[in-house]
């Protein structure tokens, strides 16, 4: 079992930045980021692959959100930048072990979730 813990989330104006993190208890092959809405489905944000770094992200935040990791800690991180109210949301960090060494936007591949951090852009 991974354990998983989300940090750095908040409340901003749009236009903002702001950078989550996830500290992981063990390596994992592949890591992502969701989020959920009020009333909507938890949805793909960002994933990124230990073996080789490569990075893929929902057409959303493509251009203002990046995504990395440092392999050395297990850590991992979401720069959001020109934050907008759609992008207020819980964020969760996700990892997975059992879905090979490409990053993937399944939510359902993924076999380890944070508690999730809110984040909050208004005027």
């Known amino acids: 079992q991974v354990k998983l813990v989300e940090s750095g989330g908040g409340s901003v104006h749009p236009g903002a930045s702001l950078e989550l993190s996830c500290q992981a208890s063990a390596r994992t092959y592949v890591q992502g980021w969701f989020r959920q809405a009020p009333g909507k489905e938890r949805e793909f944000v960002a994933s990124i692959a230990w073996i080789d770094n490569s990075v893929d992200y929902a057409d959303s935040v493509k251009g203002r959100f990046t995504i990395s990791r440092d392999n050395m800690n297990d850590k991992m991180y979401l720069q959001m930048h020109t934050l907008k109210t759609e992008d207020t949301a819980v964020y969760y960090c996700?990892?997975?072990?059992?879905?090979?060494?490409?990053?993937?936007?399944?939510?359902?591949?993924?076999?380890?979730w944070g508690q999730g951090t809110q984040v909050t852009v208004s005027s």
């Open positions: 996700a990892a997975t072990n059992s879905a090979g060494f490409t990053t993937t936007r399944d939510r359902g591949k993924y076999e380890f």
